[in-house]
């Protein structure tokens, strides 16, 4: 334990002295004063949107969720830049400067370096994410009067959506140089945006093809289906026009969801670990 | 005399390039051992493979009994790579206690600060390593392979970067090191410094120990230099052991002698001749 709290201190220190931390906490803070003046600019206007006598829609319901919404998409952009950013060059990286080997070779050993490394990262991100959607929360609960349904389960498939890249990203790592190892973290991440919108997309149109795609998508990039997991939960409640609504939206929700992804994203994470631990072992340095 | 690191049939192949071709290799417990040979002979992937950074394609290497790269060879073993930093943020004590943690060493502070006086770092205890030269900085990285009281210390190059003062430092050290028994592999291009400290000496080529013994049975005679008053001659083939004989000769036959001088191969004649002139 003395081994793993040293090495995970030192992950730590890294990134305070390369200013990751600097660097999210100013993305942060901007995102959160730019998300109060939206739901204080929304939600004061709230009142003078008057729909069609017929169509029976909550507008402060559909209000709340799409800005939650909005919300746990920046959380988990901003989380995956500061889990990116902390792990892209743990191997490959410091291999590269020569930083890692006086620490390989001590008794600790590769595994117990890695997995260190790992829980440092998750520990930070895990914090960043609840933080930062505790704080939308909050926002929108006093300048709307709204909380979603579900508060806890959304903020926890968001942080463990980040924990997924965490691992990606020091499976990476192995292998790959630090450039080239972000360049392909982010640009998956992107891959399962695009394919949860294209879910959405296929189940407005009602298109076999593109549901099928979204749903291989979900389970090859399960960090995504947590987070539309998240985003479904925050909607659950609502049936008819104000449900409908929501669905059609970039925030409607996962089409792939439950306990069977969230159990298959637990697997992928011990995967990705196991497979980044193999691949480090057989490394030469 | 128990080997510390036993190293037999050893191959490294990267592809289609054998980095090593089957070495065989032992350092004794206190023994000083220098790896000479030009780059890209294999000497730091020989290394590299004693402390566990990189794995062998075939042979055997251990470390006090144990297998290369394990748990139990790493703890018993210091190491300084050729191409090494330390996080610039780290001041030399952080560094020292951050390699104690990972070490399971519990020398503690007393430990840090005899290590950084052994370097003559003792001043700098506090210093961050950015602000440290790369002379310093190489003084705290053998500081730091002597954290937890090694057996074996691999140092590959380790005064690459140090000036004269700093390399007598080290050099001292490691005689130092020697007297308390501990045992090292002393990867270097100096070959002054290899000559002065080492017990043994083992040359690689193309990834083959080419020649190896002590310093003295790798020096071979190369005759005896006569002055007289014909001038100087040197009579090849001739030893320590002929000069009374060769000074005789030469008074006998009504020669005054001013001068004789036994000549033998440098350990920089040897390495030439063992490599062949060849530099990469």
Known sequence: MRSVAAIAAYGFREALRRKVFAVVVLLTAIFLVLFWLANHYVFRELSGIQPPADVN???RTFAGAFLIGLAMFATLFLGVVLAVFLTLGVVSGDAERGLLQPLVVRPVGRGTLLLSRFLGAAAVAVVYVLAVYGAALAITGTAGDWTPPSRVAPGLELAGGVVIVIALSLLGSVAL??????????????????AGLLGTIGHALNSHTIKHASTIAAWALPFEALYQDGLRLISRDQTGITGFLLQLGPFGGAYVHGWQIRVWAAAYLVLALVLALLAFRRRDL | MANVLAVSGLEKRYGSVRALKGVDLEVGEGELVGLLGPNGAGKSTLVKIA????????????????????????????????????????????VLALHQRLAG?????????????????????????????????????????????????LLDEPTSALDPVGRRTVRLLLERLREHGVSVLLNSHLLSEIELVCDRVAILLAGEVVAAGSPSELSRPRGVELETDEGVRTIEGAGRDDAPRLVADAVAAGRRVFGVRVLTSTLEDTYLEAVGGETS
């Open chain 2, 51 to 94: 402390v566990g950074l990189v794995r062998p394609s075939a042979g055997r290497a251990e470390v006090a009994g144990a297998r290369a790269g394990s748990r139990r060879a790493r703890a018993q073993l210091g190491y300084l790579a050729e191409l090494f930093r330390f996080p610039g943020w780290y001041s030399a004590d952080e």
């Open chain 2, 105 to 153: 060493s519990h020398g503690g502070r007393d430990e840090r600060r005899r290590l950084l006086e052994l370097v003559a770092l003792a001043d700098a205890a506090d210093r961050r390593v950015d602000g440290m030269s790369k002379g310093m900085q190489q003084r705290l990285g053998v500081a730091q392979a002597l954290v937890g009281s090694p057996r074996l210390l």
């Open chain 1, 57 to 59: 829609v909550d507008t």
């Open chain 1, 177 to 194: 140089s630090s450039t080239a190892n972000g360049i392909a973290v982010f640009m998956l991440f992107g891959a399962g945006l695009v």
